[in-house]
């Protein structure tokens, strides 16, 4: 089989000549480098692409204007309702976002009175990178599901707060966001995007609670889930944090892949157990973490991991992985392509 083949076998819940062992992206690799070169080729990744054009949310009228003062970026979004300002701070090392556009319930009505234009969607960077790799990997585009506009335009606090004082309006948010989502995702999948990752279920599974997951996440990526696979698209998910109060939730949406069932002390995730509960349901993908143990453990202590991982939750319908950070380098890398080679021996 080629990577390509052996993945599409497993998220199928079928069983590939081997377990696929899947890095998410390259990492902090050059990816022109021959380290990523020899990743993409002796092991199974998933690759992500973007769709070029406007963000689906807001659209292609939205206005927005910025300034640089000191070490702060303020932006200010331009509404018919008045302003919504945010923040973000830069240090030496890195960046981050200090104040939120949103505030208070009052926000959204703001937020949605901008006349909405449908963007352009341009599917050329993704149909590229699915050229690029062919059959070496799956390239996936990565997409914010409905669910998780709140969470963009509100602080996490605000979020929280929102969900618990103004209920219609974040449910309004939501309803709005994935009608949008949904013209996008139709478009998208029309000029040949066929896999998707759907990211933004954390922000409701580690804030607010199943119920909110339920209703805000589960529910509306059921529509992008049923909508994908009506084009032949791929519909994988991604949920960071502890996972065992959602499994059910998120079979109910309809997908093919869950990443990344984060292990103790991260999430709460033990792989046997999820392959119990929901392993006819969808394909698990995990979970040994890039950073803290693929990047930092000694290779036959990687071996040894991955071979209790697969007696846990293969060989079907499972691909070995780490827990998609994006932040590995070589040490990862090499300890990727060793678990290739535990597959491989366990295989047969």
Not at 98 to 119: H, R, W
Not at 254 to 278: H, S, T
């Amino acid at each position: 089989m080629t990577s390509r083949e052996r993945i599409l076998c497993a998220i199928e819940l079928g069983t590939p000549d081997r377990v696929p062992v899947t890095p998410w992206g390259l990492g902090r690799l050059d990816k022109d480098g021959p380290m990523a070169q020899r990743l993409i080729k002796e092991t199974d990744p998933f690759i992500g692409a973007g769709v070029g054009g406007a963000g689906y949310f807001l659209g292609a009228a939205a206005c927005s204007r910025s300034e640089t003062q000191e070490d702060r970026t303020i932006t200010v979004i331009e509404t018919p309702m008045g302003e919504l300002r945010s923040v973000r701070r830069r240090t030496s090392i890195t960046s981050a976002q200090v104040e939120f556009p949103c505030k208070t319930g009052d926000d959204v009505e703001k937020l949605l009175s901008i006349p909405y234009e449908p963007p352009e969607v341009d599917a050329t960077p993704f149909l590229e990178r699915k050229d690029e790799i062919g059959e070496d990997g799956l390239v996936l585009c990565g997409m914010p599901n409905p669910g998780m506009i709140p969470a963009v335009y509100f602080s996490p606090e605000d979020y929280a707060l929102l969900w618990i004082e103004d209920r219609d309006a974040f449910v309004h948010l939501v309803e709005v966001a994935t009608e949008r989502c949904l013209s996008w995702l139709e478009e998208a999948c029309r000029m040949g995007v066929d896999g998707f990752r759907v990211i933004g279920g954390e922000y409701a599974s580690t804030q607010l609670g199943p119920e909110a997951f339920d209703l805000t996440m589960r529910d509306p990526d059921k529509k992008l889930a049923d909508m994908m696979h009506e084009h032949g698209a791929v519909c994988y998910y991604h949920n960071h944090g502890p996972m065992n109060a959602f499994l059910e939730s998120i079979a109910e949406i309809g997908i093919e892949a869950l990443d990344p069932l984060e292990a103790p002390p991260w999430g709460d995730c033990e792989l046997a157990d999820a392959k119990r509960r929901v392993g006819d349901k969808f394909c698990l993908v995990g979970n040994l973490d890039d950073m803290e143990v693929i990047e930092k453990l000694d290779g036959g202590t990687i071996e040894e991991m991955a071979e209790e991982l697969i007696e846990a939750a293969g060989p079907g319908g499972f691909c070995l992985g780490g827990t998609a950070s994006g932040t590995f380098t070589e040490p990862a890398a090499e300890n990727f392509i060793r678990m290739v080679e535990v597959s491989k021996r366990m295989s047969g």
